[in-house]
């Protein structure tokens, strides 16, 4: 039997003199019996309140390790013998790619390589990395966040 097929038995149950009037979501499976306890809303119609129940049942049961899946509860339920019962369905979404930004930083550290006063400066440019390097690895470095960036898209 899917997990889909199943139903949920929801059932009011009224106030009492410590706990007030609340929604039970009931599921019995094989070994054990699920229950979730919802305090009941009276800002809402009694509809409302038992969907909104089995929904919180849904999503604190079964959390998904999948998170393209969502569990919705089918809103057409079925009245007996005093209880509400409903099923749900299962959806994949789709995964949409994460938009990806540039997180920009400066590096605010002057390196310097020791030459001849004649030299070149695009001839150090090893020397200046080699530099870079080493103060990178000393932990000596100094980076300041200068803001976000969006990529272009338009690259390929």
């Given at each position: 039997m899917s997990r889909d097929s199943q139903a949920l038995r929801v059932r009011y149950v009224?106030?009492?003199n410590t706990k007030p009037a609340r929604a039970?979501?009931?599921q019995k499976v094989p070994d054990r019996?699920?229950?979730?306890?919802?305090e009941w809303r009276d800002d809402l119609d009694p509809r409302e309140n038992r969907l909104l129940a089995v929904q919180e049942f849904l999503d604190n049961q079964f959390n998904p390790?999948?998170?393209a899946e969502k569990l919705s509860v089918n809103p057409e339920g079925l009245y007996f013998d005093g209880d509400?019962?409903?099923t749900w369905e299962t959806s994949k979404t789709e995964t949409t790619e994460q938009t990806l930004v540039s997180f920009d930083f400066t590096l605010d550290n002057i390196i310097?390589?020791?030459a001849p006063k004649s030299?070149?400066?695009?001839t150090l440019r090893d020397q200046a990395h080699e530099e870079l390097k080493d103060l990178i690895?000393?932990?000596?470095?100094?980076?300041?966040?200068?803001?976000?960036?969006?990529?272009?898209d338009t690259e390929t």
């Open positions: 009224g106030p009492t039970v979501v009931t019996t699920l229950r979730h306890s919802m390790y999948d998170p509400y019962y409903y310097s390589v020791k030299t070149d400066p695009e690895f000393d932990n000596c470095d100094s980076f300041t966040f200068e803001g976000i960036s969006e990529q272009d």
